[in-house]
Each structure stands twice: as structure tokens, then as C-alpha cells.
């Protein structure tokens, strides 16, 4: 089931902010382990890291300050669902690129799914079926 994030929408966070909307939120997001757990949090330096890696759009300046906003909310919670699964990040880097706000929002709600095809011209020996 997907976190009800209707309350978030508005607004521009803290890095800090950020991360406290995100760790309360993995918990719906991310699948959970033998022991009924949830995988690690985030925290600041990794949500620049994945600034830094393209798998979270730049904040926005406000001054000296950075700013996040909904669409930063949701890449990093899709990041992080991606990579809990076992997908790499040059995946989960494709899956963001380019996509709308909705289309993440049913990635975390599972209405989308990502489905791995093989590239058929990068290995010519092996078929699609």
C-alpha cells in the first residue's frame, strides 16, 4: 500500500526536513526483512550523494540555503524502493529520469511496475521472446 502523501505536496524542506519526511516514510515504502524490519534509512550526505549521482534532482537555492520539495520526496523514496528490491542504481537512475510527479507516485504505490528487457542490438547473440 502506498503512503498517503497528499499532506506533503506544498512546501519547501530543509535537507534535514527532508530526511525526517523520508525516514517516516520508508517504512510504508520499502519491503521488509525476515524479521518484519525495514532496510536503513537515509540521511543527509546520502540524500547528496544521490544529488550528486543524478538520482535526486538538485535542491532548489533559497540564499545559502538548500530547499526540497515534493518531487525530491518522492525520486529519493523510489530510489530507495529500487534499490531495496536488488536493482542497481543506473537503474533506478532510468526510472527517474524525466518522469512526472504521478508516475512516481504509482511506482510507490505499485500501479507501475519495472520490467527489465534486454537490449536486443547491445548483445545481437540473444533473442527477445
Same mark, same amino acid.
Given at each position: 500500500?502506498?503512503?498517503?502523501?497528499?499532506?506533503?505536496?506544498?512546501?519547501?524542506?530543509?535537507?534535514?526536513?527532508?530526511?525526517?519526511?523520508?525516514?517516516?516514510?520508508?517504512?510504508? =515504502?520499502?519491503?521488509?526483512?525476515?524479521?518484519?524490519? =525495514?532496510?536503513?534509512?537515509?540521511?543527509?550526505?546520502?540524500?547528496?550523494?544521490?544529488?550528486?549521482?543524478?538520482?535526486?534532482?538538485?535542491?532548489?537555492?533559497?540564499?545559502?540555503?538548500?530547499?526540497?520539495?515534493?518531487?525530491?520526496?518522492?525520486?529519493?523514496?523510489?530510489?530507495?524502493?529500487?534499490?531495496?528490491?536488488?536493482?542497481?542504481?543506473?537503474?533506478?537512475?532510468?526510472?527517474?529520469?524525466?518522469?512526472?510527479?504521478?508516475?512516481?507516485?504509482?511506482?510507490?504505490?505499485?500501479?507501475?511496475?519495472?520490467?527489465?528487457?534486454?537490449?536486443?542490438?547491445?548483445?545481437?547473440?540473444?533473442?527477445?521472446?
Amino acid at each position: 500500500m502506498a503512503p498517503d502523501l497528499s499532506a506533503l505536496r506544498e512546501g519547501a524542506w530543509s535537507l534535514d526536513e527532508l530526511v525526517d519526511h523520508a525516514n517516516r516514510l520508508l517504512a510504508e =515504502v520499502l519491503p521488509k526483512d525476515a524479521s518484519g524490519r =525495514v532496510a536503513e534509512g537515509v540521511n543527509p550526505r546520502l540524500v547528496r550523494h544521490y544529488a550528486t549521482q543524478g538520482l535526486v534532482d538538485e535542491p532548489l537555492k533559497e540564499g545559502r540555503e538548500a530547499r526540497y520539495l515534493y518531487r525530491h520526496l518522492l525520486q529519493l523514496l523510489v530510489v530507495r524502493r529500487l534499490l531495496a528490491e536488488g536493482h542497481t542504481s543506473a537503474l533506478a537512475k532510468r526510472v527517474i529520469e524525466g518522469r512526472a510527479d504521478e508516475e512516481l507516485e504509482s511506482l510507490l504505490a505499485g500501479h507501475l511496475t519495472v520490467q527489465l528487457v534486454p537490449d536486443v542490438e547491445a548483445f545481437p547473440g540473444h533473442i527477445a521472446c
